[in-house]
């Protein structure tokens, strides 16, 4: 890959991380929140039905989480396998799209 697609996938893994950072703080103060007032996961579920602003928030999570992580895939696999650029790329597109249609799919059904 050019140097300038380099520049813009560090570019997207800062910045999706800076995405990345309030949002799991958001999400672990619910967790603790939601535990701490006995709820069970029936009850949580009910809360968040129809929730458009749930949906936004997990949603945006899981597109931060899947390119931070496809991203750090791709350096991963780059540095410790001998894989050809095409597979690394490869690989770490499926990634991508895999934690896409399952995170989403999550949020689709919780919401």
Request: aromatic share 10%; net charge positive; glycine share 8%.
């Amino acid at each position: 890959m050019s140097g300038r697609g380099e520049t813009w996938l560090f570019l997207a893994q800062r910045l999706s991380a800076a995405v990345l950072a309030p949002l799991v703080l958001v999400h672990f103060a619910t967790i603790v929140y939601a535990f701490q007032d006995g709820l069970n996961a029936a009850e949580i579920l009910a809360r968040t039905r129809g929730s458009v602003a749930l949906a936004a928030f997990y949603g945006l999570f899981v597109v931060a989480a899947a390119v931070h992580g496809a991203i750090g895939l791709r350096a991963i696999l780059r540095e410790h396998t001998s894989w050809r650029w095409a597979n690394v790329n490869t690989a770490a597109a499926a990634f991508l799209m895999v934690v896409l249609w399952l995170g989403l799919g999550a949020v689709t059904a919780v919401t």
